[in-house]
C-alpha cells in the first residue's frame, strides 16, 4: 500500500520551547511500522496536505522522521508545517512522497521535486497565539524594539537554513 493512499491523523505536537532547533522545523514525525508499510526511508522529502485539499497553496514539504511514540495512524508535524499548510490537530492528513516512482500520483497542486523551483520572493507575517491581554502595551517595550527583533530572529534563522541547505545540495 503506498502512502499516498494513506490516511493519518494529525497529532498534537510538543511545546516548542529553548529546545526547538532550526533542524526540527521539517521533521515530520511517523510510527516506523507505518514508514516500513509504505517503503519510506528516514529523510525522504515529502508532501502534506489535508484531507480536503483544494487550495494548491495549503501543502507544506516536510522530511519524514520515525518515532516509536506515535500509533500507526498518528502523525505529528512541527507548528510552522502546520500554519503552513492549514491544518489543525485531529484533522486527517494525506502524506505524499516527493522522491521514487510515486511522483506520478501526485495532486495537480503539488509539484515533484523534478519541477521545484528556485524561490523568488519570501513573504514573512508575525502570527501570535498568545492572548492579546498578555501582549506587552506600548508603555513597556517600544515597537520600533519589537520590529528590530523580529527582523534579527528572522535574519538569523534564514542564515541558519541556507548554511544547514549548503551542506546538503
Known amino acids: 500500500m503506498g502512502i499516498s493512499s494513506m490516511q493519518f491523523v494529525l497529532a498534537n505536537a510538543p511545546a516548542e520551547g529553548s529546545e ?20 519510506l526511508c ?44 492549514r491544518l489543525k490537530p485531529g484533522q486527517n492528513v494525506h502524506v505524499f512522497p516527493l522522491s521514487g516512482m510515486a511522483t506520478s500520483r501526485l495532486p495537480s497542486g503539488i ?30 517595550t517600544l515597537p520600533s524594539k519589537r520590529k528590530d527583533w523580529l527582523n534579527l530572529f528572522l535574519r538569523e534563522y534564514l542564515g541558519q537554513m541556507l548554511a544547514y541547505a549548503a551542506l546538503f545540495f
Open 20 to 39: 526547538s532547533h532550526h533542524r526540527n522545523v521539517r521533521k515530520v514525525y511517523l510510527n516506523p511500522e507505518a514508514l516500513k508499510a509504505s517503503r
Open 111 to 140: 509539484p515533484g521535486l523534478r519541477h521545484a523551483q528556485e524561490v523568488a520572493t519570501l513573504r514573512f507575517r508575525e502570527i501570535s497565539t498568545e492572548d492579546i491581554s498578555t501582549r506587552p502595551t506600548s508603555g513597556n
Open 42 to 85: 528516514t529523510a525522504d522529502v515529502i508532501a502534506i496536505a489535508g484531507d480536503t485539499f483544494t487550495d494548491t497553496m495549503d501543502f507544506a514539504l516536510g522530511a519524514v522522521w520515525p518515532s516509536l511514540e506515535l500509533s500507526q495512524n498518528s502523525i505529528v508535524i512541527p507548528s510552522s508545517l502546520q500554519l503552513t499548510a
